[in-house]
């Protein structure tokens, strides 16, 4: 198990500076979903210091050999824009993915982001803030490592702080993921 980081009060988050900081967790069997057939939820709270054209991961898995199973939680990968929240999944070769649909348009300011992903019906919702705004099984492209590492991915480094990492191997209904962004 992996403890969940930091502290709701935002006095200890994690710190990355979009150049060469991150936390690799390596690889791990527990929290390899896709392997393991199962649901999950990712929940996280993120603070980004610059929108600066590069897509930014905020935490990801994923097989550096085909068939590149694993998962991705970035901004502004799926888009042209880089201020929108995507969420990518990669099963048995096929990608799913879904992203905000509206601009994040608000840097240096928390947000709650959670993604849920549904082993049986491949699909994949995102949550901002506790509201449901995205749910989609769309294919989409993405790199990634073979290792879970928290604020960096394919060649880019998140620019900004992460608190309150948070897996669960189920997932977590609206009231739920509502609660934890309260």
């Known amino acids: 198990?992996?403890?969940?980081?930091?502290?709701?009060?935002?006095?200890?988050?994690?710190?990355?500076?979009?150049?060469?900081?991150?936390?690799?967790?390596?690889?791990?069997?527990?929290?390899?979903?896709?392997?393991?057939?199962?649901?999950?939820?990712?929940?996280?709270?993120?603070?980004?210091?610059?929108?600066?054209?590069?897509?930014?991961?905020?935490l990801g898995n994923r097989e550096v050999t085909s068939?590149?199973?694993?998962?991705?939680?970035?901004?502004?990968?799926?888009?042209?824009?880089?201020?929108?929240?995507?969420?990518?999944?990669?099963?048995?070769?096929?990608?799913?993915?879904?992203?905000?649909?509206?601009?994040?348009?608000?840097?240096?300011q928390w947000h709650h982001v959670t993604a849920t992903w549904s082993d049986s019906g491949n699909n994949v919702v995102i949550y901002l803030n506790g509201t449901d705004v995205s749910q989609g099984n769309n294919a989409t492209t993405e790199t990634s490592d073979d290792n879970l590492n928290i604020g960096r991915g394919a060649g880019s480094y998140f620019n900004g702080k992460l608190d309150e990492v948070a897996f669960w191997n189920i997932i977590l209904d609206a009231t739920s993921i509502a609660l934890l962004a309260a």
């Open 67 to 108: 068939p590149y199973d694993g998962y991705t939680f970035n901004h502004g990968r799926l888009t042209n824009s880089w201020r929108k929240i995507n969420f990518q999944v990669t099963k048995d070769g096929t990608r799913y993915g879904a992203n905000f649909s509206s601009e994040l348009a608000v840097e240096k």
């Open 1 to 58: 198990d992996i403890p969940q980081l930091g502290g709701k009060s935002y006095n200890k988050p994690m710190v990355f500076d979009g150049s060469d900081d991150y936390i690799s967790v390596g690889a791990t069997g527990t929290l390899d979903f896709i392997s393991n057939n199962s649901d999950f939820t990712i929940g996280l709270w993120i603070y980004i210091d610059e929108f600066d054209g590069t897509s930014r991961r905020f």
